[in-house]
């Protein structure tokens, strides 16, 4: 009976989604946020262009992140999904990589932050705001201030250009 249920509860999360992707269905989407603690009270708006604006805040550490996820206009899949850290004054994520990696491991888990880490720079932006894209194996990372975000890999090579000239849009 035990190895029954084992059984039933390995194909159950091989079904399921594991974590959430940049590019998965809201369907997707929608099922998974709803199994990760930190995203609890997520909720959601549509904008002006159709596209949905999902939000949610969480603790971490002595401070307080933001989860934000954006659909596409037409509302059929995620884009693209950042985290927003509350950190102190001038606080930048460019200089706290390891930060961001902690911020991704209390949304996705560990297999996503250690994609992170070990993902190489693939592109920089400076401005007011330096930017770094990172490719990893998993997605796309970009950090920019206190913003961590995470691109599907079939947008994020479209999305260098604008990475690289700081014209990406973010505050989603």
């Avoid at 002595?62 to 509350?86: G, K």
Wanted: proline share 4%; with cysteine; charged share 20%.
């Amino acid at each position: 009976m035990r190895r029954l249920i084992a059984a039933a509860v390995l194909a159950l999360a091989a079904v399921a989604p594991a974590a959430a992707t940049p590019g998965q269905s809201l369907d997707d989407f929608d099922r998974w946020s709803r199994g990760v603690t930190n995203l609890h009270g997520l909720t959601a708006d549509a904008g002006l262009d159709g596209a949905i604006s999902y939000t949610t805040s969480f603790k971490a550490g002595i401070t307080t992140a933001e989860f934000r996820a954006i659909s596409d206009p037409a509302q059929t899949r995620v884009v693209r999904e950042s985290i927003l850290y509350a950190g102190p004054d001038d606080y930048r994520l460019d200089q706290h990589r390891e930060t961001a990696a902690r911020l991704l491991s209390a949304v996705y888990g560990s297999k996503v932050a250690d994609d992170f880490r070990g993902a190489p720079v693939a592109a920089t932006g400076s401005g007011d705001v330096p930017t770094i894209a990172y490719r990893g194996k998993l997605f796309g990372y970009e950090i920019s201030g206190e913003r961590v975000t995470t691109r599907a890999l079939a947008d994020f090579d479209g999305d260098l250009v604008c990475i690289a000239a700081n014209t990406c849009p973010v505050g989603d």
